[in-house]
Structure formats: structure tokens, C-alpha cells
């Protein structure tokens, strides 16, 4: 069967312009028709087609720039900017992300999608995926993805894409998702307790803590998917001391992991092995509780492990110290305890790297030594002596 025949006459309006007025006013009705109909890819390539007949050259858009003198690529390229940051926004306006994006990646600003992310609310038929995709795996607006997904796919599955994605380079985004998933968690937790104490007819409290009931702990009893619990509450030991709401959550969610029966407890490895007894020692020492039994509490982990080299302990302790400013405590138990590990497979800053950060390149050197690296030895030498000359 042949094909319907198509209606030509808006492109033979085209042709009679150009017949009549000429190839710039050709494109420009071209343009408008284009920009009219919402044909935004056409509109870009119709652009550059103008552009391309005012500079004179070559009509055709798909060619590679370095074909054209090279007097016209300044002037070329800039069109290039202008139109697609036109499209850019016109699709941005219809929530075309994936769309848009294409077009501000090429020109290489990110900041209009991002804006365009912040003012987004998904609506509930919205395939998320796509501007997830933009937002967090293109790191256009990591903390936005991060929301659209845990609002739309539930604590689960975000807490899956955050575990399976390295933050440490990226603090500030750390501490949002984890916070996020801390307050997410507590209030769940919260109104489940509430509803159970309202179920038994017993007087609710403000907050979690108040509504820990023995009533409420039975052999078989939780609130919330206890895997859900453990994850958050150790993404929360991550957090530091200046993040005080959400370590303020995750202690009250760790005290009532502390009252499930053992069989949800889980354990862990040291300094973790008592699971959300020890997590809430970690936390009280970030709140600035108990500071120094809290402490001493994970130094008394370390000895027993370092007999078996195991350095994990250590390592905790000496970060632990690091996110409370102690530096000078931090760089004396890195070297009680950590002399003679390799530094690139710490989890913490090793002795030579903690003297450097205090200025003590004494200790450097000392920790050089212990570890036969002549070069590290002489520069620290050679730095104590410019310091202490210097002074």
C-alpha cells in the first residue's frame, strides 16, 4: 500500500520565501514554524542553519565546526550556546529533563538544571528515574536525587543506592543523605511506637525515647524492619559532631535497638561487636557525653585485637578522636597503636600523616624511622630543624 500523501504546503511556504525574500528569511520562517509547532530538537538545527547562512558558509547544520574558516568559529560556537540554552529551557519548562540536560551538558552548564531540580516536585504518574539518573549518577544535583528517590522509592531502596555509592570524598552530601535517613527512620519508628502504646491503651511520650516501654519488647517484638535500623545507625556513627539533631536521632534509635531481643541485635566486628550498645557509646561521645569513658570504652578494645594485627579498633579510635578536634591525642595513640601498619590501608590517618597535619615533624621523622623510610626520615629532620630555626 503506498504511503497517505503528506500535506508539502508548509514547507512550499518555505520555498516560496526563500524564492521571494531570500535564504535568511527562508531560515527565520523556518525558525518560527519550528519554535510554534514545539519541535525543539528541528528548532536547534534550524538555528544553526541560520547561522550558517549568515556567516556564509555551509547550510548544513551536522557538519563539524573545524570544517569552517576559522574566522567563523567564535561566532559559530556562541550561536551553538544560544540556542541550546533556548531549547534547554523551553524543555526545562515542560519538565523535559533528560531532554534539557542533553543540551546544557553540550554547552557544559549544569546550573539552569540544577535550578530546575530544586523547584521540581514529581508528580505521581512521573518516571523519576531519568532525572534521578541526571541528578545523582551525573552528579548535577546529588542532594535533590538523593530527596526525589527517598521520597519516591522509600527508605529501602535508597538505602541501598547510598551504601553502594562512595561518599567519602563528597562530606557534605554524606551528611545530608544520612541525615535524611536518620530523620526518616525516627519518624517512622516514632509513629509506630505511638500506635502500639495507643493500641494497649498506654500513655504516649515525645519522641522515641519517651515511648520506650518495656510493654512494647517482647521475644518477637520490633517496630521497623530491623536491617533498616542497623544500616541507618551506622551510616549516623559516620556523621560529625556539628550534625547534633541527627546524631541526636540515631542515639534514640540505636537506644532501642539496644532493647530488641539479641536475636535482631545482630553483631558486628570490634569495636562493634556488642552492636547498638557500643553504637551508642560512639554516639554519646560525638554529642559530647561521657566523652572520656566513651573513649576509654574503645581504647580498651585495641590491645586484645592488635595481639591477633588486627588494627581495625585503632583505627576507629583514632578517627573518633580526629571528629572531636583532638588532634595532638589522635597523632599520640596513632603512634601507640599504629607504628608499624602500612598507612595506605588505614582507615585513619597513619603517624607520619597526623604529625605532618600538627607540625610535628619530629614525630614524623621518629615514624620514618620506625618504618626504614630514609627519604620520609630526612625530610622530617629537615623540617623540624626550619621550624625550630624559624621559631
Not at 514554524?33 to 514545539?38: E, I, Q, W, Y
Not at 551538558?105 to 521540581?120: H, N, Q, T
Not at 603517624?351 to 600538627?358: H, I
Request: net charge negative; proline share 6%.
Amino acid at each position: 500500500m503506498d504511503a497517505p500523501p503528506t500535506d508539502a504546503s508548509p514547507l512550499d511556504s518555505i520555498r516560496d520565501q526563500l524564492a521571494a525574500a531570500g535564504p535568511l528569511a527562508a531560515a527565520d520562517r523556518l525558525c518560527e514554524r519550528l519554535k510554534a509547532d514545539g519541535d525543539w530538537h528541528s528548532y536547534f538545527y534550524a538555528r544553526l542553519l541560520r547561522k550558517r547562512v549568515e556567516l556564509g558558509v555551509s547550510p548544513f547544520p551536522s557538519g563539524p565546526s573545524s570544517d569552517l574558516p576559522a574566522a567563523t568559529h567564535e561566532p559559530y560556537e556562541a550561536a551553538i550556546r544560544e540556542a541550546a540554552r533556548e531549547v534547554g529551557h523551553a524543555l526545562l519548562a515542560q519538565n523535559d529533563f533528560p531532554r534539557a540536560w542533553g543540551y546544557f551538558r553540550l554547552i557544559g552548564e549544569p546550573g539552569p538544571v540544577r535550578d530546575a531540580l530544586d523547584k521540581y516536585e514529581p508528580g505521581p504518574d512521573d518516571d523519576t528515574y531519568p532525572i534521578v539518573d541526571i541528578a545523582w549518577h551525573q552528579q548535577v544535583h546529588p542532594k535533590r536525587g538523593f530527596d526525589i528517590y527517598l521520597s519516591r522509592h522509600g527508605i529501602c531502596s535508597t538505602i541501598t543506592m547510598v551504601g553502594s555509592t562512595d561518599l567519602s570524598a563528597h562530606p557534605d552530601l554524606r551528611n545530608h543523605c544520612y541525615g535524611q535517613l536518620v530523620r526518616t527512620l525516627y519518624e517512622q519508628l516514632a509513629e509506630r511506637l505511638r500506635n502500639d502504646l495507643e493500641h494497649r491503651g498506654l500513655p504516649v511520650g515525645e519522641g522515641v525515647r519517651a515511648m520506650l516501654r518495656d510493654e512494647l519488647f517482647g521475644e518477637d517484638a520490633y517496630h521497623i524492619d530491623v536491617s533498616h535500623l542497623s544500616s541507618v545507625v551506622q551510616m549516623a556513627i559516620q556523621l560529625p559532631p556539628t550534625e547534633r539533631e541527627s546524631l541526636e536521632r540515631a542515639l534514640e534509635l540505636s537506644e532501642y535497638g539496644e532493647r530488641l531481643s539479641p536475636q535482631f541485635q545482630g553483631g558486628g566486628d570490634c569495636p562493634f561487636e556488642n552492636s547498638y550498645a557500643d553504637y551508642s557509646a560512639y554516639l554519646r561521645v560525638l554529642l559530647g557525653r561521657d566523652t572520656e569513658s566513651g573513649l576509654k570504652h574503645f581504647e580498651d578494645k585495641i590491645a586484645g585485637e592488635l595481639a591477633e594485627g588486627v588494627t581495625f579498633p585503632a583505627e576507629v579510635f583514632v578517627n573518633l578522636l580526629l571528629k572531636l578536634d583532638r588532634k595532638a591525642d589522635a597523632l599520640a595513640a596513632a603512634r601507640r597503636y599504629l607504628e608499624h601498619a602500612d598507612e595506605r590501608n588505614l582507615s585513619c590517618p597513619g603517624p607520619m600523616e597526623l604529625a605532618r597535619q600538627v607540625g610535628d615533624f619530629a614525630a614524623v621523622a621518629d615514624a620514618a624511622k620506625e618504618k626504614g623510610d630514609a627519604v620520609t626520615f630526612l625530610a622530617g629532620l629537615i623540617a623540624a630543624g626550619s621550624s625550630t630555626s624559624s621559631s
